[in-house]
């Protein structure tokens, strides 16, 4: 998924989401099995009731969660997210996550870019980072946020503080 | 669809009406009747249907591929390229054989402008730069080659500025080969309103798009060579039929595809109708008419609702 990707202009969210479906097949018309498909998604992703209000009215959150939709209705097994929780509000964030968290359970690998390293640190499950040299670090949550991974590849200091449940990311000058 | 659609769909199609019957029946002479109407009228309607459905569907295409609301035939030089392979034609053969020659060549320089944009690494916005500069190049060529050959201006010219008197094929193979390209573009329809959505989103990598992106910028170089072939070059029809009509029904290709038929050759028409009647014996070249006609209006609804060019 880009990170700013087009919108076509007064397009309802039930018709962008339909579009899909026209991309394989040579029909003029959508089936109603596809229909339900379409609905079944938008009730997952809390956008039910917005399905006949065009796109330009939803909000960036909003936008990014039709998109992910899109990525699973078209059977999507691995998603490739630049930055989908990026311009948004942290209740928009947190909220994205917590959807893409929910489908991995469903067999769907995520593979997200990320800046944000105390939310990638909640919501990972594997982490890999590229240092300027080009060097790959691949870990998984315990091993990668150490002190030593995090100064090789952001070159800046930081300070890992256990909590009682979680464990934080703290910058040190 | 909604109420309002289904409105304006029916205001569409009885201003198609208004439009064909007036230029079927206005200020129709009594006595000679059936030959005017065989000879005069009915093949000018036909030509003027065909020419601004085929423009207008080439719009959208082009619009829609390109996401841009600035790509429309002539702009992109398609109408251009067609209409230089046309003047090639009427001075290569004799005039009554140019139809078909002039018809092939149309198809061939406009096959150049997809491939001076690379078909390896195809870009729209490529296309859109080459086909202008390629649209004021072979304008200028085909104004060279009018003064060059004065004998055979008038042809040449009214390829130019447009007009249903420059050629000479029979109306039965235009119907036929229009309503071919209708049944062959209907085919690819529905797969628009996939294109309609970032390919970033819809396709695994830009190759993958760009074979749709293909197919539909020939079928509207060879929709656009059709419509030059009955008309000439004209302007306008090609961007402000289809964004009109994606302001008034939305977005949904398959229900554009109709109403741009309507309104293009509604448009095609009424412009018709004024070039030979406003100033009775005189007759204004279509081109002028469709600008003073279309423009206005144009504007008009771009400032009602402007919002469609925001993206």
Same mark, same amino acid.
């Given at each position: 998924m880009p990170q700013n990707p087009y919108y076509p202009s007064s397009i309802?969210?039930? $018709?962008? !989401? =339909?579009?899909?479906?026209?991309?394989?097949?040579?029909?003029?018309?959508? =089936?109603?099995?596809?229909?339900?498909?379409?609905?079944?998604? !938008?009730?997952?992703?809390?956008?039910? $009731?917005?399905?006949n209000i065009s796109i330009e009215n939803l909000s960036g959150g909003e936008m990014q969660k039709i998109n992910i939709a899109l990525g699973l209705i078209s059977g999507a097994d691995v998603l490739l997210l630049d930055e989908p929780a990026s311009n948004m509000d942290l209740n928009n964030q947190?909220?994205?996550?917590? !959807?893409?968290?929910?489908?991995?359970?469903?067999?769907?690998?995520?593979?997200?870019?990320?800046?944000?390293?105390?939310l990638a640190m909640k919501y990972g499950d594997n982490f890999i980072g590229i240092t300027n040299e080009n060097k790959i670090i691949q870990k998984n949550s315990i091993d990668f946020f150490t002190p030593e991974n995090l100064k090789e590849i952001f070159n800046m200091n930081f300070e890992i503080v256990k909590g009682q449940n979680n464990t934080y990311v703290q910058i040190l000058d | 669809m909604t109420k309002k659609q289904i409105l304006s769909i029916i205001l569409l199609v009885?201003?198609?009406?208004?439009? %064909?019957? %007036?230029?079927?029946?206005?200020?129709?002479?009594?006595?000679?009747?059936?030959?005017?109407?065989?000879?005069?009228?009915?093949?000018?309607i036909i030509k003027a249907i065909?020419?601004?459905?085929?423009?207008?569907?080439?719009?959208?295409?082009?619009?829609?591929?390109?996401?841009n609301a600035l790509a429309?035939?002539?702009l992109t030089g398609l109408s251009a390229g067609a209409g230089f392979g046309i003047v090639i034609s009427i001075l290569l053969f004799n005039s009554v054989n140019y139809s078909i020659f002039g018809f092939i060549?149309?198809?061939?320089?406009?096959?150049?402008?997809?491939? %001076?944009?690379?078909?390896?690494?195809?870009?729209?916005?490529? %296309?859109?730069?080459?086909?202008?500069?390629?649209?004021l190049f072979t304008g200028a060529i085909i104004s060279f080659?009018?003064?060059?050959?004065?004998?055979?201006?008038?042809?040449?010219?009214l390829i130019l500025t447009g007009g249903f008197s420059s050629s000479e094929i029979s109306d039965k193979f235009l119907v036929i080969l229009f309503i071919l390209t209708l049944i062959i573009c209907s085919i690819f329809i529905p797969k628009l309103n996939a294109l309609r959505l970032d390919n970033k989103l819809i396709f695994k990598n830009q190759s993958a798009a760009n074979k749709y992106n293909i197919i539909f910028v020939i079928l509207a170089a060879f929709l656009t060579s059709i419509s030059v072939y009955c008309a000439g070059i004209l302007g306008f029809v090609g961007i402000i039929c289809p964004l009109l009509s994606k302001l008034i029904f939305g977005n949904d290709i398959r229900l554009l595809f109709f109403t741009n038929i309507l309104l293009g050759s509604s448009l095609l028409?009424?412009?018709?109708?004024?070039?030979?009647?406003?100033?009775?014996?005189?007759?204004?070249p279509l081109g002028i008419v469709i600008s003073i006609v279309g423009v206005p209006f144009f504007i008009f609804f771009l400032l009602k609702k402007g919002g469609i060019l925001n993206n």
């Open positions: 309802t969210t039930f $018709d962008y !989401l =339909s579009s899909i479906f026209f991309k394989n097949n040579w029909k003029w018309f959508i =089936s109603n099995t596809e229909k339900d498909k379409i609905n079944n998604i !938008l009730m997952r992703i809390g956008l039910y $009731d917005k399905k947190v909220n994205i996550l917590k !959807l893409l968290k929910e489908l991995t359970s469903k067999n769907i690998t995520i593979v997200i870019i990320m800046h944000d390293l105390s | 009885f201003l198609f009406f208004i439009c %064909l019957f %007036l230029c079927l029946f206005y200020k129709l002479d009594i006595n000679n009747k059936e030959l005017i109407l065989s000879y005069i009228r009915i093949p000018t065909i020419s601004g459905s085929c423009l207008a569907i080439a719009g959208m295409f082009l619009q829609t591929i390109s996401k429309d035939p002539y060549g149309a198809i061939i320089t406009a096959f150049l402008v997809i491939l %001076l944009s690379g078909f390896s690494k195809f870009s729209i916005t490529k %296309l859109i730069l080459i086909g202008l500069s390629l649209n080659l009018i003064l060059k050959n004065p004998d055979k201006s008038y042809e040449m010219t028409l009424f412009s018709n109708f004024i070039s030979t009647n406003i100033i009775y014996p005189l007759q204004i």
